[in-house]
């Protein structure tokens, strides 16, 4: 072996400890960077990505089933400008019911031999797709092996849910084999007929209307019952991810950055603490180039081993947190990319070579006088004063020398403290996401209440058991969160003879089965019990703490494009989670209240007056608040139910929001509800809105994020405090020789890293703080919205101080493991050690 | 013809006093040379620069026909490969590496072959009596032994000059007689010394001829008897 290689080997083999750390912290830190590059892809356009690769559908339409034969809808498939297509296949709107008789929004559901049909590639997210009558694949809601009964079908036929799925065309809310159609049918109705459409021209709203009319010429006038484009989708799911993005980022920059500055450190302080030994390596005939290489191979050997294994672990573990990701922008096909490992590993060996070449370089051209002089005494003359400060110091003593020794080494303190700060900054900027995150999710969605009372409710006239809907109604779903299939529709008049539901679709908000209609056939139309009946009942119900209803009805708005909602409500709703993000809430009729999007489409301010045409009624409306929302895209005015019925004296609400109070059993609850709602023909049921798996999701992305910073900012300090500690050792030889008890020597080293760990938190809290200022306003006006205040208000002075006491704790942590050698060290070898 | 000429050199070190100021000394090959004086009169500095260890302010140095005074880092590696043997204070082996690989080092780093390197390291060690603990680590030497490393490591390529910095500090009385006599019996074998140290005796019992160093600057040169 020549005398270059015999170095290295050494240096790697006999160096255990810093050759483990070295190794380890590009484990670490290559794991943290796969795993955060994976969420950087991962966030960039993240619905075009999962269409493409379901090759989702630019234009679906839903045929009546009774006047237009299958052979007649796959006619369509050869229309002009149409490249791909699939179907026709059968679809089905019903009302599951859960065991227990919890009733669930209606469901649209499609009849498909196999996810894969080309045009709307379904994913199986869990699960499997049916393969036998009586089971069912199902986007949300219902969990594996959950039994849902369609109690209002002769037979009552139950479907087990043996599959959770994802469709970027949101072709339907579930699918089943198509031969369990008929059996999901309602007596004397015949099923839909649903095309799928890939159109060689697709890119705007005007191509996709011009497809959808010679689609619609081809088959009998007014039987195509309904249609959906993709761009709606994409416009709704933009929104959506829009706001997640900028987290996703930070996250994933914030992952980036340690990674580097880890390794960087960890290797640069390895080969800066081997100053002497470079030196006696030139006193004996080493050239600065062999000094170079020597270093380089001991830092790349072990680093490339780290490197390598956390490319590998990194890839592994991405694919259970890109799966969040997917829940978190509801979208699919994110797998992990493999450039994205090869790009770490390629820039994790250029970091870890150049630094070691770096570090290397500095010392070998030191003048080897010199190299042998700095590395034999490092200490000399730096860090007395700080010795001499700190020995006056009412603490024992080996408090006080421990606190002193950092100083010795000003650029390893630095570098130290730089990396409590990061680790620091990301808990606090996590913890802060995760606060405003869950109060984003509640606020823009603000439907918090744990029951909800509508016809479709399990005792309403259209929930199971209730009354079957008749010929010319529509079903309807639930509210549909931010925007739904509904919003592209051109939902024919009436459904004809069945009641199916005018189309598919599932918005982003994940409510199951409540794209379609989306809203009510005529919220306008009365007829249904006035608001203080059902108030009353409620009110009624022990149990019950506060209540509203409300009405959701169609308006246009003078200058703004395309359709809003108006929606009036019958008592005060804020306790669901409404934040203001400027001015006050509506006080009585007349006023209004808007979310940011509607207020810049109609150029309006807060003080304007607006004119809502509600069902050929002019509404005007004074501006008094903006809003935080993002329901149907933002493009919603807020008001009291009786500024609609003054002009609409039939309006009633058509849902209500029931909160209980603390320590109620919900089941319970809501039983006793329908019994009492049953004659005025409404139901009860648990609100699916008030839950949020993309809330979950997006903590336990935030949790594994920051366990992963603060690991490789733990790594850090252990590698520094080795590197101080083996400096020392015939120092602490030395106090061990007279009368250092191992715990003594065990208090050195951990408050050696004392200060730097509350410096660190203390700046550390404060940079996360900050980029928590910076980072949600972004968030907020990538999805063109402007967060309230009160959103961001997630530091409490008890909250900050944890913090700051965790740059302690990160500090701490780092330095147990080199504390317990100190302690185990005998002191003979110290007193042996040059 | 000297092997170690020093012409006017100075070297400083900041703002004060030159730690070498216009010195001149040559050293003739075969000469065992002491060079004394208290802590800060220049006696280590001299020595960085005889090993181009360090590279004067002015003067020349030259060593075995090759000049220092401008020499870059990697050819004063290659220098030292070729021309000098260094023993340090605190012996400076690397500790990861065992005996035999600390004094077999240097001759690799000049290109000898491995077999042939490990045979004269093999002869050295049991020169130096110290070959039983050839695989051992420095870590578990004594003082004394681990300064018979650092000679048998020096002595690897056959130097032209032999430049001991101190040898007998870091060393109890027995140890420190051990390497004296080591020191003395290779000079008697032809081999040029320059011996640094503040020990009269060691001078006295090592090298022929004392120079004696103040402030930067010779004091006196004595050649004497040495006291073998």
Known sequence: MSGLATVVRSGVGRRRVQTVVIALSAFLAVTAAVLAGSLLAASKAPFERSFAAQNGAHLSALFDGGRVTGAQAAATAHAAGVAESAGPFAVVTQTPRLPGGMGLPPLTIAGRDRPGAGVDRVTIVQGRWPSAPGEIAVVDGPGLGDELTFADLPGSPAFTVVGRVRSASSSADAWVVPSAIPSLTSPGSVPGRQMLYRLTAATTTAEIDSERSVVAAMVPAGSLLGSQSWLTLKQAADRNSALFVPFLVAFGLLGVVMAILSVGGVVSGAVGAATLRIGVLKAIGFTPAQVVRAYLGQALIPAGIGIVLGAVVGSVLAVPLLKQTEDVYESSGSGVAPWVGLVVVAVAVAVVAGTAWLAALRAGRLRTADALAIGRAPVAGRGRRAAALSGRLPLPRPVTLGLAQPFARPGRLTAMVATVVFGAASVALAVGLAGTLGLIETARTHDTAPVSVDAFGAGGRFGPGGQVAGPGERSAGQNAGTGTGAAGQNAGAGTGSTGQTAGPGTGPGGQPGSGSAGKQADPLAGGGPSAAKVESVIDAQPGTKASYGMVEAPATLAGVTGEVDVVGYSADPRWAGFEMTEGRWFAGPGEAVAPTPLLTAAGAKIGDTVIATVGGHRIPLRIVGELFSTRNQGMQLFTDLSTLSAAIPDVTPSEYRVAVAPGIDLDAYVNKLNTALQPLGLGAMRNPASHSDVLLALDTLTLFLTVMLVAVAALGILNAVVLQTRERVRELGVHKAIGMTPRQAVTVVLSSVVLVGVVGGVAGVPAGVALHRVLMPAMGASAGIRLPRALLEVYHPWLLLLLAAGGLVIAVVGALLPAGWAARLRTATALRTE | ?228
């Open chain 2, 1 to 228: 013809m000297p092997v170690i000429e020093v012409h006017g050199v100075t070297r400083r070190y900041g703002e004060g006093p030159p730690a070498l100021g216009d010195l001149t000394l040559t050293v003739e090959p075969g000469e065992a040379v002491a060079i004394l004086g208290p802590s800060g009169s220049g006696k280590s500095t001299l020595l960085n620069l005889i090993a181009a260890l360090d590279r004067p302010d002015s003067g020349t140095v030259t060593v075995a026909g090759v000049s220092l005074d401008r020499i870059g880092e990697a050819a004063a590696a290659r220098y030292r490969r070729a021309h000098i043997g260094m023993i340090f204070q605190f012996f400076n082996l690397l500790d990861d590496l065992s005996v035999a690989e600390n004094v077999v080092l240097p001759a690799r780093l000049a290109g000898m072959g491995r077999a042939e390197a490990a045979r004269r390291a093999a002869t050295l060690l049991e020169a130096l009596g110290i070959d039983r603990h050839a695989s051992a680590y420095p870590g578990r030497l004594s003082g004394g032994e681990r300064q018979r490393v650092a000679v048998a490591r020096a002595l690897m390529n056959e130097p032209t000059v032999l430049l001991a910095d101190e040898p007998t500090g870091a060393l109890d009385s027995a140890s420190g007689q051990e390497v004296r006599r080591l020191l003395t019996d290779l000079n008697r074998e032809g081999q040029t010394l320059v011996l640094v140290t503040h020990d009269e005796s060691l001078a006295a019992q090592c090298a022929s001829r004392t120079v004696r160093l103040m402030d930067g600057l010779i004091e006196s040169d004595v050649t004497v008897g040495a006291d073998r």
